[in-house]
């Protein structure tokens, strides 16, 4: 990794943790393994609400098949503001196992809806990797 950069092929690993989908009764992303990496920041973003997802919790499981998911404590930095132009994140919040409420406007993970047609998808930028190069192992098996 150079001095002022980071390349996430080469330095990190992305991994495809929600495709874009409707969201409506709750959905669980893809499960990936942190083992060759020392952090990951997800990225959801959420749009057509017809209302706030009700939850996102983030899991720990023992297997990239979710065996044993429990959900854990995150910290987030949200951008609730809609609008293409806004890109400033808010301020660090730390939350608890029980979960994250959003906003209508936000931007596993998982998460638990009602009965509302939300669309959303996520990706994890894995980061400060063990085995670096041209290209990353797979994170997800």
Not at 47 to 57: F, H, M, N, Q, R
Not at 124 to 137: I, K
Request: charged residues 5%; aromatic residues 6%; negative net charge.
């Amino acid at each position: 990794m150079g001095a002022k950069s980071f390349w996430a092929s080469q330095d990190g690993h992305i991994v495809s943790v929600l495709s874009p989908q409707n969201t409506t009764g709750g959905v669980t992303g893809q499960a990936f393994n942190l083992a060759g990496y020392d952090h990951a920041s997800i990225i959801l973003q959420q749009g057509a609400v017809a209302a706030a997802s009700t939850k996102i919790l983030v899991n720990a499981c023992s297997d990239t098949s979710g065996t044993g998911a429990t959900a854990i404590p995150f910290t987030l930095f949200a951008q609730e503001t809609a609008g293409t132009s806004n890109d400033v994140l808010g301020t660090k919040v730390a939350v608890t196992s029980a979960g994250y409420t959003p906003t209508a406007n936000c931007v596993q993970l998982q998460i638990t809806n009602g009965a509302n047609a939300n669309y959303a998808s996520a990706v994890a930028v894995l980061s400060s990797g063990r085995f670096t190069g041209d290209q990353s192992p797979t994170a997800t098996t």
